[in-house]
């Protein structure tokens, strides 16, 4: 090898080791768990980290209060429930019945602690709910 | 008219599969009028799908509800600019789109690559032929934008309240033509290795493609940054989303591209890194295209439950399933037949390759451009791997696992800083010897005065060391750019007096490459600044109010006025104005809103945006209670945030004086005049342009 071409490896091998130092202590900081309601109990112990718990919002138990900066559901998924207590600018759209993902962590048994909260607006799924609502009124009888 | 576009879509893939086929005969037959058939084939291919795109935009002006598609996404009250931008709202549309921008692409690539000799001609025509052919495929077998309903509905659905932005009027064609852009130079690429050259002289029809796609991905990319920034709501304008973050990925290889084909141009190395990186750039865009449409990861764009496991059960129920259900398992068929084809000739044809010579010393700019290509991979793979995390983690670990954002900015931030402290220095690169000198002498100097730069700052009160970091790169960049234009403009004005500015304007014009790089150099100094202060200096405030009352958020005084609501075009508005009182006694009024969109069932929130130079005031009307006796309003504080759209104005102009010939008369009109006057100094008065 010509001594460039070391120096080279030297230098890369370098930036290398620093870029995987700063990715494994990055992950600590980054790694979130996505995990749907059901899988969060399915689980045996929960996960100390922050988690993102993806789930439908149960029509029992809703309070939203913009006014506040606050929102308190319940998460339901097929089998598993969770309160969810979300501090932070309620987006308009949440209302029972929809998809939400939260972020935070589990402060006890059933009790979440959010600071992120998604909604569901994707454009891919607007136009499959479209369509399937089209498809549907395609049923009803028409007067 | 509905006939007529599924008729085009369904000839279209004829037109390209022939188009294929005439390429194939004349690469076997060496024969010119098979080629004749080819060019008028793609021809057809681009017209019908001309009438393809006129007979959807004419449904979707005339609110044409048979076709799923328009039902979907407009309605009647739509304003008809939104109507027509429907156009792209949705993945049928979208792939229309992509591969309407190739199919004019491919009549503009064959006619500049027709002084090329038979074979390369053939292969050209023959690879685009087969990516047509693949995008015809996709849309005639799942993405069919005149999928008809069994009865039209009274109104369509209309179009996601998010999208009816100006921004997004804008975003995707341009992102789609940086992608389909892409296509050419690897087809330009693979058409040389068939026909066995190792010559680098296509290079040169190939780089204004290159430059061409960076910039308009680059573009696209600004634009939704922008859309996110004024629409979503969140203050943020990069959320290392997966959508956002795949179209930066070819974004990235695009850029270390520009750099070292310059050196394959000029000194033959670099050669097989370059093929690979072409043909990484464009798996990269389809994997966007892919990736944005197909739900395997979740995002502000795709945020869906469908994994890889009910793709892969969807590739293999054809038949019983919904056709739009393959779309994503298509694209990804497609990327993997285009992965194996293309690695196969690279493998093939490897001894074309070996490069010329010899990298012989670091300091150079063969290793300046060396070392940014390793650290543009470098984010490219860290991006590209923490985006599909949370695919590998549940397919190895059986759980999803994301990667946030404190994750790329600790990793990807810090690699792309070293990137453009790199490209602080780029007007001192040049041949090893050059280089070395000018690192002695013209370094110095600008070194000192960032240094000094640096000091003031902290002196001011600046101690965040990411801040001062950007802030020494940042002068040190700026100060090297002017005084390497400065004297440039010296020299000039040597040979010809005239003012400064005119020099400055000459020098620059006379060399669009260098000159134009250096402005995208300014414009990414100047993004960074936007980035540095707007992601460390922001501030942000929940604040409660009654109507009437102030209230104190850090060195601002808040109030508001009592809701109104306002009925504009197709929906109703809930608003407050909104006072905002600085330090300084300043005080400028905002109205965000609520808005409810009559086709909506869920209101959406239209933020108020006061921007200045030195910060944005960005507020959000989070909420109120009933009877509206209190208000919730979420405030950010974002500086320098402006500095990010004027270095992206800036950027955009570089790259495009790159594309253009030289602008001003003199630089070409007049060569001999030019001669003579170096030669004798005393004629110079006879020169006035």
């Not at chain 2, 008809?80 to 993945?91: I, K, N, S, V």
């Not at chain 2, 464009?282 to 764009?301: A, D, K, P, Q, Y």
């Not at chain 2, 005031?617 to 509206?628: M, P, Q, R, S, V």
């Amino acid at each position: 090898m010509n001594p460039a071409t070391i120096k080279l490896t030297v230098a890369a091998l370098i930036a290398l080791s620093a870029v995987a130092y700063l990715a494994l202590t990055g992950l600590a900081s980054g790694w979130v768990y996505y995990m749907t309601v059901d899988e969060l109990f399915a689980s045996e112990q929960a996960p100390e980290r922050r988690l993102r718990v993806g789930g439908m919002v149960g029509e029992e138990h809703f309070h939203s209060q913009p006014g506040d900066l606050r929102a308190r559901f319940q998460m339901v998924g097929e089998t598993a429930s969770l309160t969810v207590d979300y501090r932070g600018v309620v987006p308009p759209m949440l209302a029972p019945g929809i998809e939400v993902v939260v972020e935070g962590r589990l402060e006890s048994d059933r009790h979440f602690a959010a600071d992120v909260l998604l909604t569901k607006c994707a454009s891919k799924y607007q136009a499959e709910e479209h369509a399937k609502r089209l498809e549907n009124e395609d049923d009803r009888p028409r007067r | 008219m509905i006939d007529l576009g599924a008729n085009s879509i369904a000839l279209s893939l004829l037109a390209a599969v022939a188009a294929l086929f005439a390429a194939v005969m004349a690469g076997r037959r060496g024969d010119e009028r098979w080629l004749n058939v080819g060019r008028w084939s793609l021809a057809a291919f681009a017209v019908l799908l001309g009438l393809a795109s006129l007979a959807l935009l004419n449904a979707l002006y005339y609110s044409d509800f048979r076709v799923a598609y328009v039902a979907s996404y407009t309605e009647r009250a739509l304003p008809a600019g939104y109507r027509l931008a429907a156009f792209w709202a949705g993945q049928e549309g979208s792939l229309l789109l992509w591969a309407g921008i190739l199919a004019v692409m491919n009549l503009v690539a064959v006619r500049h690559w027709q002084r090329e000799g038979l074979t390369e001609r053939a292969t050209l025509m023959g690879v685009l032929a087969l990516v047509s052919a693949g995008f015809a495929a996709l849309l005639m077998f799942a993405a069919d934008p005149f999928r008809l309903l069994p009865s039209a509905p009274a109104d369509g659905y209309g179009l996601n309240p998010l999208l009816q932005d100006w921004a997004m009027l804008l975003h995707p064609p341009t992102l789609f033509l940086g992608y389909a852009g892409y296509t050419i130079p690897l087809a330009m690429l693979i058409a040389v290795l068939v026909a066995g050259r190792s010559d680098n002289r296509w290079l040169s029809i190939a780089r204004p493609w290159l430059l061409f796609s960076w910039l308009l991905l680059g573009i696209g990319i600004l634009i939704g940054a922008l859309w996110a920034y004024v629409e979503l709501g969140w203050g943020g304008y990069w959320a290392w989303d997966p959508v956002e973050n795949v179209s930066l990925l070819p974004w990235l290889t695009g850029t270390a591209l520009l750099h070292s084909i310059i050196i394959q141009q000029r000194r033959g190395m670099f050669k097989k890194w370059n093929a690979w990186l072409i043909f990484a750039t464009f798996l990269l865009c389809i994997f966007g295209t892919f990736l944005t449409r197909s739900g395997i990861v979740e995002s502000v764009h795709t945020f869906g439950s469908s994994k890889i496991s009910e793709l892969v059960i969807a590739l293999f129920s054809i038949g019983s399933i919904d056709p739009r259900e393959l779309i994503a398992p298509l694209i990804m068929a497609f990327l993997a037949a285009a992965t194996v084809a293309g690695a196969a000739v690279l493998v093939w044809r490897r001894r074309l390759l070996a490069s010329e010579h010899k990298l012989e010393d670091m300091v150079s700019r063969e290793g300046a451009f060396l070392a940014l290509n390793f650290l543009m991979v470098l984010a490219t793979a860290i991006v590209l791997v923490a985006t599909i995390f949370p695919v590998i983690s549940s397919s190895v670990a059986q759980e999803s696992v994301r990667l946030g954002e404190p994750f790329y900015n600790r990793v990807v931030v810090p690699v792309l800083l070293v990137a453009i402290a790199l490209m602080a220095v780029a007007p001192l690169v040049g041949p090893a010897r050059r280089m070395k000198e000018k690192l002695a002498t013209a370094l110095p100097r600008p070194l000192i005065g960032a240094a000094l730069a640096t000091g003031l700052a902290l002196l001011a009160g600046l101690s965040n060391p990411w801040a001062l970091l950007c802030v020494f790169i940042g002068v040190l960049a700026v100060l090297l750019l002017a005084t390497d234009l400065i004297q440039a403009a010296r020299l000039q004005q040597r040979q010809n007096p005239e003012p400064l500015g005119r020099a400055m304007l000459g020098v620059m014009d006379a060399n669009h490459r260098r000159y134009g790089g250096h402005l995208v150099h300014l414009g990414v100094i100047l993004m960074m600044a936007g980035v540095a202060g707007s992601s460390l200096f922001n501030e942000k405030y929940e604040l409660q109010l009654a109507p009437g009352q102030q209230k104190q958020a850090g060195e601002y005084t808040v109030s508001i006025e009592r809701l109104r609501e306002v009925r504009q075009g197709h929906y109703t508005a809930v608003e407050t104005t909104v006072s905002v009182r600085d330090g300084r006694d300043r005080t400028v009024q905002l109205v965000p809103q609520t808005r409810f969109y009559d086709k909506a069932e869920k209101p959406y929130g239209e933020i108020a945006l006061h921007s200045t130079p030195v910060k944005d005031i960005y507020i959000t009307l989070a909420g109120w209670e009933e009877g509206g006796r209190r208000v919730a309003l979420q405030i950010l504080i974002n500086p320098l945030t402006m500095w990010i759209w004027i270095g992206s104005v800036v950027l955009c102009l570089g790259a495009t004086l790159g594309l253009l010939p030289p602008l001003l008369r003199r630089a070409k009109a007049h060569p001999a005049v030019q001669r003579s006057e170096s030669s004798s100094p005393t004629t110079m008065q006879v020169h006035t342009p």
